[in-house]
C-alpha cells in the first residue's frame, strides 16, 4: 500500500525556498516519499557534473531528478538497514574533489567566484553529496552481494548474444623493461639544498611567506595553491614525506630538507586533524645535464646489444641491471592495478606510458627496443629499454580466450538487473509526484507514479 503524504510534505508544497547559490525562486520539482527535490539541487549536481567532464546521455534534467530519486530511495533503506558512511571516508573524498576543483579553476577564488560561495560552504555542500554518494554505492553493493556468475552463465550469454553486440577486445601487450637513471652531478644537488635553505631563511625572518615562495618557486602542482596539499593520510604521501609531515607540531617552523623520489622539500604545518594533516611544501628537482641522459643511452644501447647476442636474458639484465624497482624483482615485466585492485601485466596500447607504447607499437614478440627517454609518474627522466614479451591482437572476445571480460559483463548485467528490479519494487510502495514541467520524460526506470 502506498504510504500517505505527511503532513510536513504537504505544508512543503505550499512553501518556496530560497536556492543555496543564488537569491532566485526555488521550487520542488519531484517528492519521494516525505523527502522533496528542489530545483536547486538539480541545477547544483549539473553543474558540478560539468566542471569534472560529465556527459549526458539524454536530457540532464530529465536524468539528474530522477538519479536523486533513486539515491533517496536508497538512502532510506539504507538507514533501515544501518548502512552509513564514516567521517574519514567523507573527509578523503572530499578533500580529492575539493582539490580537484581547485585545480580546474586555477585557485580558490576562482573556485569561489564560479559557485558564488565561499570554500568552506562548498566544502560543506559537497560533503552531504559525498555522504549520500558514499551510502548509496554502499546499498548498491549490498543488493547486489548475492549476484554470482557461473561458467555456464558465461557460454549462454555469448551463445544467445548477436554477433554484432559481442564485445570487442583492444590489442593487448606484456612489456619487460631496463631503466637507468641519468646521474646527477652532487653540484646540481648542492644547489638545490642551497636554496632551499635560502626558502627557509627568509620564512623563520619573516621576510617572505612560505606560501608566496612555494607559488614562485616550487615545482609542484601544488605551487598554483601556495605549496597546499590539503588533508592528506600517512598513505597518500611517500614514506619519507610522511615521516616528517606527520611529526611538525609549530606552525611557525620550516621542516628540515626532506629528499623523496619526486625531489628535495622544505614542509610547514597548516593543521592536523586526527589522523589526517594538511601542510604546505615547496619542491625542488635537480636538473638533469644533457650530457648524463646520453651517457645512461649509452649504457642502455651496450646492454641492449649484449642482449641480442645472448651473452645474457632481458630478464637477468632486468634483475641485475635495472633502476626500476618495481619491476627489478619481476624480471622486469610491467604490470598495472585492474579495477577490482588486482596487479595484472596485460595492457591495452592507451594504458602504457606513451613512450613505452610508441616503442611497441611495431615491435615483434621478443625484440627489444632501441633506448629512449620517458618521463615517470613523478615526473622524472629516465632512460629505458622495452621486450615485448607477448601480443594478443584485437578481437571479438570468446569464451576460450577472454572468459574473464564476459565474465564481469555477465556480472555487471546481473547485478543492474538486481538493482532495476529492486527500484521497482520501491516504486510500487513509494509515494512520488513529479510536478509539471518535469515529468515529461522518458525515464530510465519506468513505473514512476505521475501524480
Not at 300 to 329: H, P, W
Amino acid at each position: 500500500m502506498r504510504r500517505l503524504l505527511s503532513m510536513s510534505v504537504v505544508m512543503l508544497l505550499t512553501v518556496l525556498a530560497v536556492a543555496q547559490n543564488n537569491n532566485v525562486i526555488d521550487e520542488i520539482v519531484w517528492l519521494v516519499g516525505d523527502e522533496a527535490i528542489f530545483k536547486s539541487d538539480v541545477e547544483q549536481e549539473r553543474i558540478q557534473a560539468q566542471m569534472q567532464g560529465v556527459r549526458w546521455d539524454g536530457d540532464p534534467y530529465c536524468l539528474i531528478p530522477e538519479e536523486l530519486a533513486i539515491q533517496k530511495l536508497f538512502i532510506n533503506q539504507a538507514a533501515i538497514d544501518s548502512i552509513t558512511a564514516t567521517e574519514a571516508e567523507i573527509s578523503e573524498q572530499v578533500e580529492y574533489t575539493i582539490q580537484y576543483l581547485i585545480d580546474q579553476h586555477g585557485s580558490v577564488e576562482k573556485l569561489e567566484e564560479y559557485q558564488d560561495m565561499r570554500l568552506s560552504d562548498i566544502r560543506e555542500h559537497l560533503g552531504e553529496t559525498i555522504r549520500n554518494r558514499i551510502i548509496t554505492q554502499k546499498m548498491r553493493s549490498h543488493i547486489t552481494e548475492g549476484v554470482k556468475v557461473s561458467p555456464a552463465d558465461v557460454r549462454r550469454y555469448i551463445k544467445d548474444l548477436p554477433l554484432d553486440r559481442i564485445p570487442s577486445v583492444p590489442t593487448q601487450v606484456e612489456v619487460e623493461i631496463i631503466t637507468r637513471e641519468p646521474k646527477i652531478p652532487q653540484e646540481e644537488i648542492d644547489a638545490v639544498k642551497a636554496e632551499l635553505r635560502d626558502y627557509t631563511e627568509r620564512i623563520q625572518n619573516g621576510t617572505a611567506q612560505f606560501s608566496t615562495l612555494a607559488l614562485l618557486y616550487s615545482e609542484d602542482g601544488s605551487a598554483r595553491h601556495g605549496g597546499e596539499l590539503g588533508f592528506v593520510s600517512r598513505a597518500d604521501v611517500v614514506p619519507e614525506f610522511a615521516a616528517v609531515a606527520f611529526n611538525l607540531t609549530d606552525p611557525k617552523k620550516v621542516s628540515k630538507i626532506v629528499e623523496t623520489e619526486y625531489g628535495y622539500h622544505i614542509i610547514q604545518l597548516i593543521e592536523k586533524r586526527g589522523d589526517r594533516v594538511n601542510v604546505r611544501h615547496i619542491l625542488k628537482k635537480p636538473r638533469v645535464p644533457e650530457e648524463a641522459v646520453q651517457d645512461a643511452l649509452n649504457v642502455l644501447d651496450s646492454i641492449a646489444d649484449e642482449i641480442r647476442s645472448e651473452k645474457f636474458t632481458f630478464e637477468e639484465g632486468a634483475k641485475y641491471l635495472s633502476f626500476d624497482k618495481d619491476t627489478r624483482n619481476n624480471n622486469g615485466l610491467m604490470s598495472h592495478l585492474d579495477e577490482e585492485n588486482r596487479s595484472v601485466s596485460r595492457f591495452e596500447m592507451q594504458q602504457l606510458p606513451a613512450e613505452v607504447a610508441r616503442a611497441v607499437e611495431n615491435m615483434h614478440i621478443g625484440e627489444v627496443s632501441d633506448p629512449f627517454t620517458m618521463l615517470t609518474p613523478d615526473g622524472r627522466k629516465v632512460c629505458a629499454i622495452v621486450k615485448l614479451k607477448s601480443r594478443i591482437n584485437g578481437h571479438k572476445a570468446s569464451v576460450a580466450e577472454d572468459f574473464q571480460v564476459l565474465q564481469k559483463m555477465v556480472l555487471e548485467n546481473k547485478c543492474e538487473e538486481a538493482i532495476d528490479k529492486w527500484i521497482r519494487e520501491k516504486q510500487k510502495i513509494t509515494y512520488v509526484k513529479i510536478f509539471d514541467g518535469w515529468n515529461e520524460c522518458e525515464f530510465r526506470h519506468p513505473g514512476w507514479v505521475l501524480q
